[in-house]
């Protein structure tokens, strides 16, 4: 039996009710109030509406209402409607598309939240006991599960990383604890009432074309339950892959490392930091985990050193002014540039004017061969006064190991060392899926827009989540979603065979130009450019210069302004009325948790509810 995830089932959003009022009987609808209703009052919008209520808001004007969620409206009215929705109910249910979502990470729920927008009905397999992956925490490491630190902060801001219909209550914090995001992800799926969905402690175990595939397009999915070890089969008419890839931890290989005597670990499973008390550590890598590992361990270590091969370009959460550093940089007048001038020119810009002034990469000795946006943001607040007081000493690339230390190259001693902590990445691997699937070509991961193989005969299984962005991942996860919602409902189309590849090529040849090698090159993406272009496929990328004829303070935010997700929900598909108001207001969300106001306004609310 598939156990449903009921822990979080929702209430119903809307309640419908028959009174008797002035001798008429009439219909109430009453909406619960939510995080995104309560937004939407506060900045008095009518936004999130359903193609139901949108009917009701259109025969409001004849009608009483009583405030922006409650109205009452006349029995034929509502007979009529009633017979229209029972009509369209029924419809629904016989197009009604079965999609099997693997994973129940950010980018699973959000497939389950994109599939539902477009009248599917999709079935959510997640190997773990909740929804979640990377973001929701839990002590144990589980294998090919992506692991967090108890201390771990998403890497951008808020506002930046937001999904395109939910802006985050103002009252979270702009750099969120994994516990907030968490929260706001929980949030986001009630809205769309998506956990009735899922099915957690079941693992897909294989995917393979059902025998009907050629005509049908349709996938078998064995699936196995955790629980009771009963494997079950089904058949579906779509597959999304949503089951991320910073889960499958990658091992440095240096000679001698088997004669270490000392601990050897990943930081996939580094939960804390007390088992370091008084050691010497050695952390080898300077990614994102290898920074949270030196900084962490470096309050309780004796010592600790830094190895890297190739240095690398540290930015800061907090930017200029103290804005967030994404908010600042990830906005179009900017990346514009890149259209125009060499990236090389623009990263050094970029560099020079952003990330030297807070730490000169020269002077730390850390400066690497590549350019700022030729590999992923390296993202720490703290590593420079670590090294300013010698917690962390940086060191080169490991010569060889013995027994007990570590020997790197251009130094004739051997450096003590009790433990040796591997920040050396991730690899990728979707073990269920037949070999001929995901393609792989002199390094070149053969994924149309990284989501789809192009030689499929059917564009019915796609993959999300798998990319590597320069920005937040999260709007990726759900554009990417909305896109291929928008496919399996047969309203858009994927080009011929050889577009793709065409398309596959280019994008792999300009990455191999701007990024620096690496066996996730291809999957590299800028974050504007990559969101316009599923985007424009959707129409829903907006279109400046109409703006600035029509709505020049709309037109002045898209700009200049940060590039927030909202936007892609000003028009198109599944347009959003908040939208506009959403990217308006974007500054008051991220300004109220850092102002006094704050305060007053809680205190005052506590008085009148006490
Ligand atoms: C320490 C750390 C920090 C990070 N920080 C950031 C950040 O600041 N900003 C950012 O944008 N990204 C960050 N990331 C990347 C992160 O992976 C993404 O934010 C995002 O969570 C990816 O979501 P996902 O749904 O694609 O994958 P995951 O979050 O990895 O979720 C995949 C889910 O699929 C499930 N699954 C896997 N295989 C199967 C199977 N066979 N059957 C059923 N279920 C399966 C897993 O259990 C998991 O729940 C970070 C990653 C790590 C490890
Ligand atoms: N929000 C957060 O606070 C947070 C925390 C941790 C991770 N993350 C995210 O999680 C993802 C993974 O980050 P990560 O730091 O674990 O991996 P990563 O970004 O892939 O970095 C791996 C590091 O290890 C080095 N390396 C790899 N193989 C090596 C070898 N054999 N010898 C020496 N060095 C080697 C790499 O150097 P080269 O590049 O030179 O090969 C690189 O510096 C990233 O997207 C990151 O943003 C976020």
Redesign the pocket.
């Known amino acids: 039996m598939s156990l449903l995830y009921s822990g979080y089932f929702t209430k119903r959003k809307y309640r419908v009710k028959s009174t008797k009022k002035d001798g008429n009987k009439s219909l109430v609808i009453e909406r619960k109030e939510n995080m995104r209703s309560k937004w939407c009052k506060e900045y008095n919008v009518n936004c999130d509406l359903k193609p139901e209520e949108q009917k009701y808001q259109e025969i409001k004007r004849e009608s009483k209402v009583k405030d922006n969620w409650t109205m009452t409206m006349k029995t034929e009215e509502v007979l009529e409607m009633e017979e229209e929705l029972k009509k369209s109910k029924n419809n629904t249910i016989k197009r009604k598309k079965r999609i099997a979502v ?7 729920m959000a497939a389950v939240a994109m599939l539902k927008e477009e009248g599917m009905e999709p079935v959510c ?4 006991d909740k ?5 929701c925490y839990r002590e144990e490491t589980i294998e ?6 108890p201390t ?1 902060i ?3 801001s808020k506002e930046m ?1 937001a999904y395109s219909t939910f802006p985050p209550p103002k009252e979270f914090n702009n750099y969120m604890r994994h516990n907030e995001v968490y929260e706001y992800f929980i949030e986001y799926w009630s809205q769309y009432d998506c956990f009735r969905h899922v099915r957690v402690n ?4 294989s995917v393979k074309r059902a025998k009907d595939y050629d005509e049908t397009g349709r996938w078998n999915i064995t699936v196995k339950n955790l629980m009771t070890n009963e494997i079950s089969r089904d058949v579906y008419d779509g597959v999304m892959v ?3 890839h ?2 499958r931890p990658k091992m440095g290989n240096f000679p001698g490392l088997e004669k270490f005597k000392g601990k050897i670990m990943h930081t996939h499973s580094l939960k804390g930091v007390d088992e370091f008390k008084g050691q010497k550590v050695v952390i080898v890598g300077i990614g ?2 290898a920074l949270d590992a030196a900084v962490e361990t470096s309050c309780v270590a004796k010592q600790v050193y830094l190895s890297t091969k190739t240095g690398a370009h540290i930015m800061t959460r907090v930017g200029p002014r103290g804005y967030p550093m994404d908010y600042v940089l990830l906005r179009r007048y900017l990346t514009g540039f890149l259209d125009y001038w060499p990236r090389d020119w623009c990263s050094e810009f970029l560099e020079k004017k952003y990330l030297d002034p807070k730490f000169d990469h020269k002077m730390y000795n850390i400066r690497p061969q590549y350019h700022m946006l030729s590999k992923d943001p390296i993202i720490n607040d703290h590593i420079g006064s670590k090294l300013l007081s010698g917690s962390v000493i940086l060191k080169g690339d490991i010569s060889y190991i013995t027994e007990t230390g570590v020997v790197f190259k251009g130094d004739n001693h051997e450096t003590e060392a009790d433990s040796i902590i591997m920040a050396t990445g991730y690899t990728w691997k979707f073990p ?1 899926l037949d070999e001929d699937i995901i393609l792989q070509e002199d390094g070149r991961i053969k994924l149309y827009k990284c989501m789809y193989p192009p030689h499929l005969k059917h564009s019915t299984l796609v993959i999300t ?1 798998f990319v590597l ?1 320069w920005g ?3 709007p990726v ?1 759900e554009i990417q979603a909305r896109y291929a919602a928008h496919i399996f409902s047969g309203k858009g189309r994927l080009p011929s065979v050889k577009a793709m590849e065409k398309d596959i090529e280019r994008r792999h040849n300009r990455n191999a130009k701007w990024y620096a090698p690496n066996d996730k090159m291809t999957i590299r993406v800028d974050y504007i450019q990559y969101m316009d272009e599923i985007a424009s496929l959707l129409g829903v990328k907006p279109n400046l210069l109409k703006l600035f004829f029509t709505d020049v303070r709309l037109f002045w935010k898209l700009y200049w302004g940060p590039s927030v997700s909202y936007q892609y929900r000003l028009k198109g598909p599944h347009k959003w009325r908040g939208a506009r108001d959403a990217i308006m207001t974007t500054e008051n969300r991220l300004l109220y948790p850092l102002q006094l106001d704050r305060v007053k306004e809680d205190k005052e609310h506590n008085r009148t509810h006490t």
């Open positions: 693997i994973g129940a990470g950010c980018s699973g397999f997640e190997k773990t929804p979640g992956g990377t973001w090919g599960v992506a692991s967090i630190m771990t998403i890497n951008h990383g079941m693992d897909v175990i949503c089951v991320g910073i889960n994102c985990s269920f989540g962005v937040p991942g999260l996860g």
